[in-house]
T-cell receptor, first 115, second 114 residues
């Protein structure tokens, strides 16, 4: 158990809908990362927050947004869902940033299926 | 060209074999190098963590980094069926301090057979 908690574990929704994925980082970790993993692709970095502020952005679509709250939990909002958004979405956390040599721990993921 | 290249496999070896997994990268700014293991539909689990060039050993696992060649390796000795998983290399940066990310290879699927 990495200590990173993600909910829900699985969800199925229709195209055009909106979903929210939730992440609680490990106790004491200030950085939260979101990654997307599709069947035929590796882990794609979406976005990073540190202590409530956005710090790094990857290939995150405009239909997706995220935030980190004062209690450090984070939410990833996916809207106007398309079939191609079906993927595993991982949250990860670390004490600081990856560039400072901090270990990044991953949650078990939220499996999103868009039908 | 991707920043991190990794042979997707699959790689099938008999139990007890030595496994060699490799990644190449193009960004010389990468400083920290990691190997994660991912079982099917599970979260990646950190196996090895190295900084800059050199070797690091942990039990049956050895990680090597050659920054001059932009090449990293993970060796697994005495491989076991429980080692069957996808192995992902990851590198931190570019970025410093609190603003940074991990860049992953696509992963190599390993199967250790009895």
């Amino acid at each position: 158990d990495s200590g990173v908690t993600q909910t829900p574990k699985h969800l199925i929704t229709a195209t055009g809908q909106r979903v929210t994925l939730r992440c609680s980082p490990r106790s004491g970790d200030l950085s939260v990362y979101w990654y997307q993993q599709s069947l035929d692709q590796g882990l794609q970095f979406l976005i990073q927050y540190y202590n409530g502020e956005e710090r790094a952005k990857g290939n995150i679509l405009e239909r997706f947004s995220a935030q980190q709250f004062p209690d450090l939990h984070s939410e990833l909002n996916l809207s106007s869902l398309e079939l191609g958004d079906s993927a595993l979405y991982f949250c990860a956390s670390s004490l600081g940033g990856a560039g400072a040599g901090n270990t990044i721990y991953f949650g078990e993921g939220s499996w999103l299926t868009v039908v | 060209q991707k920043e991190v290249e990794q042979d997707p496999g699959p790689l099938s070896v008999p139990e007890g074999a030595i496994v060699s997994l490799n990644c190449t990268y193009s960004n010389s700014a990468f400083q920290y190098f990691m190997w994660y293991r991912q079982y099917s539909r599970k979260g990646p689990e950190l196996l090895m963590y190295t900084y800059s060039s050199g070797n690091k050993e942990d039990g049956r696992f050895t990680a090597q980094v050659d920054k001059s060649s932009k090449y990293i390796s993970l060796f697994i000795r005495d491989s076991q069926p429980s080692d069957s998983a996808t192995y992902l290399c990851a590198m931190s940066g570019p970025g410093t301090g609190t603003a940074s990310k991990l860049t992953f290879g696509t992963g190599t699927r390993l199967q250790v057979t009895l």
